[in-house]
């Protein structure tokens, strides 16, 4: 099966079940029902069933078409690079859902009154290991083989650049710490929303959490990936999934480029290091490319397949000399 058409039917079954399953036992739910509860288990707001149906649906209804906004926007590179964090966020957000959205109507069934509807504290670690537990086996199953490189994406080790031919290297790098990190911020990120949207926020468990997870989420998305792109007149830097923040560097600013072994230790440690004149961007130990400017400075990224770039970009620089 298709892994597009898995995921659209994914998608198109929690749906149905966060609006129909509500109104399947709708006989035995109070009006309104309990939606929030506090650290006590005791419920400290209430909704509609409608209204309850509706916002869960609202919330998958986000949830998918940020990933389907993250996907096509990379126009499939995204994909290539995070296809397992992809399929984890897909289905462990949806059990996150359902299992949220079960321990609610359970804690409101055959109760006579919203405020008599008690959560227990179980209900919350089941519904949270199951949305790990499943992310994390969709992601592994759904992390597909390596792709092949891409014709023209690598220049050969012994470059020789043709005449009205335009060459391209493209290299990336992940650090899976910051990835671990970024989906669990995603994680709690949303089920907090979800909280704070379907009642007061008070007294909530993950809603103080909601500062410090989008701060983690935005810092993990600047560091759990770089891509560097060599071609025409310029080195491109792009950081995290989307390549923003960019940095370009012109080649008329290259001196030149050369591969080469460094780890955090020799840095400085991990992340944005250095002096000026004389800096590193460590997402890995490892195989660097390193650019030495025409000013005498020089910038270490560490990248994989570095040798090739510095290939590609040497060539650039002897065409510019030598047209």
Known sequence: ????????????????????????????????IATHWGVSGLP????SLTGH????????AVTGGILVAVAAYGRGRIMRMYRA???????????????????????????????????????????????????????????????????????????????????????HVTNPWPVVAGVGSLAVTIAAVMLTVTGPGSGGVLTPLLPVSVIVLVVSLATMSLTVRVGGERVVI???????????????????A?????????????????VPGSATIMLRGGECLVLRH??????AISVDDAEHGASLINALIAERVNP
Request: aromatic share 8%; proline share 10%; glycine share 16%.
């Open 44 to 47: 400290d707001s209430a909704a």
């Open 258 to 274: 050369w591969s080469e072994p460094l780890h955090p230790g020799q840095v400085g440690g991990w992340g944005f290091r250095g």
């Open 85 to 171: 964090c992809w399929w984890g966020v897909l289905f462990g957000m949806g059990v996150l859902l359902l299992g949220t959205n079960a321990s609610t109507l359970a804690a409101n069934l055959d109760v006579p009154d919203w405020r008599s509807a008690l959560l227990p504290g179980w209900h919350i670690a089941a519904a949270l290991g199951s949305a790990v537990v499943a992310g994390a086996v969709c992601g592994y199953l759904g992390r597909g083989e390596p792709d092949e490189p891409s014709p023209g994406s690598q220049a050969p080790p012994r470059l020789r650049l043709e005449p009205g031919r335009r060459t391209v290297w493209i290299g």
């Open 238 to 256: 792009g950081f995290g999934p989307l390549g923003w923040p960019r940095r370009t560097i012109p080649l008329s600013k290259i001196d030149s």
């Open 1 to 32: 099966m298709k892994p597009r058409v898995i995921a659209v039917g994914w998608g198109l079954l929690v749906g149905a079940v966060l609006l129909l399953s509500p109104f399947a036992v709708r006989d035995r739910l109070p009006e309104p």
């Open 53 to 60: 149906a509706l916002t869960s649906v609202l919330i998958w």
């Open 294 to 299: 025409r000013s005498g400075g020089r910038l």
